[in-house]
Nanobody, 123 residues
Framework: QVQLVESGGGLVQAGGSLRLSCAASGRTFSSYAMGWFRQAPGKEREFVAVIDWSGGSTYYADSVKGRFTISRDNAKNTLSLQMNSLKPEDTAVYYC????????????????WGQGTQVTVSS
């Protein structure tokens, strides 16, 4: 059974930084693509960033490109999201996501999910 546990959320002022972490267990972490998604109040869950199984390929939503960095440590079964230059519009619950199968990426309709961690950016 895949388990994903996020940590690192909190309250930060605009322009500040936070680092989210996701601890994964239940299967071979290094075989699957991973991602981060977020959901703001009253909005649909949206894609933030994705990383392939090796960490060699990443992709970002335009809204976070240049400010956020996704990374993974396959030896420690952890996924991270470094968030810099945070804006009030980044306020959301952030979810760690794992692809269900090798060779595909997690999507909003097809992934394993963590419980989420709240990020609040004040202006």
């Amino acid at each position: 059974q895949v388990q994903l546990v996020e940590s690192g959320g909190g309250l930060v002022q605009a322009g500040g930084s936070l680092r989210l972490s996701c601890a994964a267990s239940g299967r071979t972490f290094s075989s699957y693509a991973m991602g981060w998604f977020r959901q703001a109040p009253g909005k649909e869950r949206e894609f933030v960033a994705v990383i392939d199984w090796s960490g060699g390929s990443t992709y970002y939503a335009d809204s976070v490109k240049g400010r956020f960095t996704i990374s993974r440590d396959n030896a420690k079964n952890t996924l991270s999201l470094q968030m810099n230059s945070l804006k009030p519009e980044d306020t959301a619950v952030y979810y760690c996501a794992a692809a269900r199968f090798p060779g595909v990426v997690p999507t909003t309709n097809n992934a394993y999910w963590g419980q989420g961690t709240q990020v609040t950016v004040s202006s």
